[in-house]
Nanobody, 118 residues
Framework: QVRLVESGGGSVQAGGSLRLSCAAS?????MGWFRQTPGKEREEVAT???????TYVHSVKGRFTISKDTAKNTWYLQMNSLKPEDTAMYYC???????????????WGQGTQVTVSS
């Protein structure tokens, strides 16, 4: 069982920045960040695979960056120019297959809250 531990959430004013971290107990081929607000479906925010192929939801392109430290089995979500609509619970997730291979993410973190005030 792969364990994912997130950190880095918090409260920030619009225009500010936060960096989320996700430490994994084991290496995974695909890692991602998701977010969810009450009453809404979970949204895939960004993914990155072992070949460094990345994807971003349109609303965060140019503002968010997903990166990884392979040696530490840790990946990050750098969030800049934050907007109130970025407020959500953010989850990291991982799966053993490449991101481009259809299928649900297998492993999930506990979530970390990000709140952006106007």
């Amino acid at each position: 069982q792969v364990r994912l531990v997130e950190s880095g959430g918090g409260s920030v004013q619009a225009g500010g920045s936060l960096r989320l971290s996700c430490a994994a107990s084991e290496y995974n081929a695909c890692m991602g960040w998701f977010r969810q607000t009450p009453g809404k479906e979970r949204e895939e925010v960004a993914t990155r695979d072992r070949y460094n192929t990345t994807t971003y939801v349109h609303s965060v392109k140019g503002r968010f960056t997903i990166s990884k430290d392979t040696a530490k089995n840790t990946w990050y979500l750098q969030m800049n120019s934050l907007k109130p609509e970025d407020t959500a619970m953010y989850y990291c997730a991982a799966k053993s297959r490449l991101c481009s291979v259809p299928g649900e993410f297998t492993y999930w973190g506990q979530g970390t809250q990000v709140t952006v005030s106007s």
